[in-house]
């Protein structure tokens, strides 16, 4: 009879003396396996050589160490590079690599689709499979050909990170914890549109930044925009963030993707200089990647500045973002619902 092998990374500290405990090994063993997963990054169970061959074969009888398997990887010609998964039940999820002078960023996906439904997102056209895993999540990071240079990770990927918190919050304290990857939480980014009890326990459980989806200032055009302000209103969200400190080390923002006219004009722009009144914060103006069938146009680069300057001038501090690996549809959504219509398709 075939044993189900269950995979070691994504495992938290706590979660392997448990495992070694009902292996009938010694304790210490959990922290030299957190070593080898998360400081050595090993592949394969044998290359855990201060375990004993017997210690060795029990955890690979019943766990395994497997990275995951890009189906395809396409390269841009800023150097940013989008990798596409194959997960063990056949899904496929998105990781980009961003290199950046100094920095190396990864953006992560944290579920197979979107409930989210967002106007402008091709991830949210997929629909919602299923949340992923903290392996699968972590795995995007060790799986990459580039996982050494890493210099921060971005949620921001396929998904809404704080729709699955548990999972996400789990790969947090493997990524931040002493016994794990050891970054620093500064290191690293969540995105949500306001997933309200997911951001609560976010925002007090974890210190990473935040990096709140608000896109437009007014509430009824973002419900056209983002469906999830039904559920989610931004001058609710923005309540909550008040009640925390954002004044140090800690990072708030905005992302305010600007749509050619939509949300481009200083009328929006001193809408948003109202709503976020009062809160230490940063506005990402983003510029927008044209998806299939959506009429959504990018705003041109002199209204960006001209928004920019006036958030500026009026004390919200605005950057726009670069924009990065255009030529291979960075964006997360693309590479993905092509390999699931390829699946139906021939399925028929």
């Given at each position: 009879?075939?044993?189900?092998?269950?995979?070691?990374?994504?495992?938290?500290?706590d979660e392997l003396k448990s495992v070694v405990k009902e292996l009938g090994m010694p304790?210490?063993?959990?922290?030299?396996?957190?070593?080898?997963?998360?400081?050595?990054?090993?592949?394969?169970?044998?290359?855990?050589?201060?375990?004993?061959?017997?210690?060795?074969?029990?955890?690979?009888?019943?766990?395994?160490?497997?990275?995951?398997?890009?189906?395809?990887?396409?390269?841009?010609?800023?150097?940013?590079?989008?990798?596409?998964?194959?997960?063990?039940?056949?899904?496929?999820?998105?990781?980009?690599?961003?290199?950046?002078?100094?920095?190396?960023?990864?953006?992560?996906?944290?579920?197979?689709?979107?409930?989210?439904?967002?106007?402008?997102?091709?991830?949210?056209?997929?629909?919602?499979?299923?949340?992923?895993?903290?392996?699968?999540?972590?795995?995007?990071?060790?799986?990459?050909?580039?996982?050494?240079?890493?210099?921060?990770?971005?949620?921001?990927?396929?998904?809404?990170?704080?729709?699955?918190?548990?999972?996400?919050?789990?790969?947090?304290?493997?990524?931040?914890?002493?016994?794990?990857?050891?970054?620093?939480?500064?290191?690293?980014?969540?995105?949500?549109?306001?997933?309200?009890?997911?951001?609560?326990?976010?925002?007090?459980?974890?210190?990473?930044?935040?990096?709140?989806?608000?896109?437009?200032?007014?509430?009824?055009?973002?419900?056209?925009?983002?469906?999830?302000?039904?559920?989610?209103?931004?001058?609710?969200?923005?309540?909550?963030?008040?009640?925390?400190?954002?004044?140090?080390?800690?990072?708030?923002?905005?992302?305010?993707?600007?749509?050619?006219?939509?949300?481009?004009?200083?009328?929006?722009?001193?809408?948003?200089?109202?709503?976020?009144?009062?809160?230490?914060?940063?506005?990402?103006?983003?510029?927008?990647?044209?998806?299939?069938?959506?009429?959504?146009?990018?705003?041109?680069?002199?209204?960006?500045?001209?928004?920019?300057?006036?958030?500026?001038?009026?004390?919200?501090?605005?950057?726009?973002?670069?924009?990065?690996?255009?030529?291979?549809?960075?964006?997360?959504?693309?590479?993905?619902?092509?390999?699931?219509?390829?699946?139906?398709?021939?399925?028929?």
């Open positions: 009879m075939n044993i189900e092998k269950r995979p070691l990374i994504g495992l938290t500290l304790s210490f063993s959990a922290k030299q396996i957190a070593t080898w997963l998360y400081e050595k990054r090993v592949t394969s169970i044998d290359q855990m050589t201060n375990l004993s061959l017997k210690h060795r074969e029990l955890l690979a009888a019943s766990f395994l160490v497997k990275p995951l398997e890009a189906i395809e990887v396409m390269r841009s010609v800023d150097g940013t590079v989008k990798y596409l998964f194959q997960l063990e039940d056949g899904a496929a999820v998105e990781a980009v690599y961003i290199p950046d002078n100094e920095r190396a960023t990864l953006c992560v996906s944290s579920q197979v689709g979107c409930k989210m439904n967002c106007s402008f997102c091709m991830t949210g056209k997929q629909g919602f499979t299923r949340n992923l895993k903290a392996h699968e999540i972590l795995l995007q990071i060790l799986s990459i050909a580039e996982t050494k240079s890493l210099t921060n990770i971005v949620f921001m990927g396929m998904g809404e990170p704080l729709d699955n918190v548990d999972e996400v919050m789990c790969s947090l304290e493997i990524l931040t914890a002493s016994y794990g990857f050891a970054w620093s939480p500064k290191r690293i980014t969540v995105s949500t549109i306001g997933a309200k009890k997911g951001l609560k326990r976010f925002l007090e459980e974890s210190e990473c930044h935040l990096a709140v989806s608000l896109h437009t200032p007014i509430p009824r055009q973002r419900r056209e925009l983002m469906p999830a302000e039904h559920a989610y209103p931004i001058v609710e969200i923005i309540e909550e963030l008040r009640s925390y400190d954002f004044s140090k080390q800690r990072r708030l923002s905005f992302e305010y993707i600007v749509f050619k006219g939509v949300n481009d004009s200083l009328v929006y722009a001193k809408e948003l200089v109202k709503l976020l009144r009062g809160i230490t914060c940063r506005v990402n103006l983003i510029r927008f990647h044209a998806i299939p069938n959506v009429a959504l146009e990018g705003a041109d680069a002199a209204t960006m500045t001209a928004f920019r300057d006036y958030l500026t001038k009026h004390g919200i501090f605005s950057t726009i973002r670069s924009s990065r690996g255009e030529d291979i549809f960075a964006a997360c959504g693309m590479l993905s619902t092509a390999e699931k219509e390829n699946k139906q398709n021939n399925k028929k």
